[in-house]
């Protein structure tokens, strides 16, 4: 995977906001996470250090940051105000004008002092809203999908952010291909009926498996009303 092509797209997703901030939240999540990674960091925001999870099927409840642009240090170990950084710890710069924005933590063994890279994306009023879904492909494939009634496309590297596929809560048919390397045929990776929550954002990803098939998946933010799934 091209880790800097992904990059800037996906801060390209970074929406800039105009205004005094009212405050600022964050929420972190490692879908790739390895085996070997740790299940607890520190995420350092120029003050203190927050001691964070790193969990791999959901995100980390949310995070109060202080305003104004930041640099966040992502720490196997607390550091102190005004303390030396590790010197190859994942960084990620945040801009003023976001207030509530997402780190996804992408694996990187060859960092030895945490195996991870930072990409924020912005998660601000306007991007993605209540029942729409930020999809972020992280392979070199080119994925198709049939979500509901409507079509996805989603180029390598890239992220597209895609409308509610039903208009209230339900399950939907959703049917997943992929275009190795963007070339070529395409083969299927999954059909499967899921649950839509018409109150959520939702963030969906695409990932190397290890395997042939990449792994696609979403997740629900739950900080707003949620309606809850019924029971099988």
Known sequence: MKYLVTSILLFSCLTAFCGEDKGRTC???FPDRPHTAPRVAYLFDGERSHEVDLPSNNFTAPIKLPTGELILVLSPDPVPANGKLPPEAPVAQIATGISDFYLILVSDPENE???????????GSERPGAGQTLWMNLTEHRILGTLGDQSLELPAGECVVADAPLP?????????????????????????SWWFDDASTNLGFVIESGGR??????????RVAVVEEPED
Do not use: C, H, W
């Open 27 to 29: 929420r972190i999540i």
């Open 113 to 123: 002092i945490m195996p991870a890279r930072i990409l924020p994306v912005d998660q």
């Open 168 to 192: 209230a809560s339900g399950y939907f048919k959703a049917e997943f291909s992929y275009q190795p390397k963007s070339e070529g045929e395409t083969f299927p990776v999954m059909r499967k």
């Open 213 to 222: 098939l990449p792994k696609i998946f979403t997740f629900r933010d739950r």
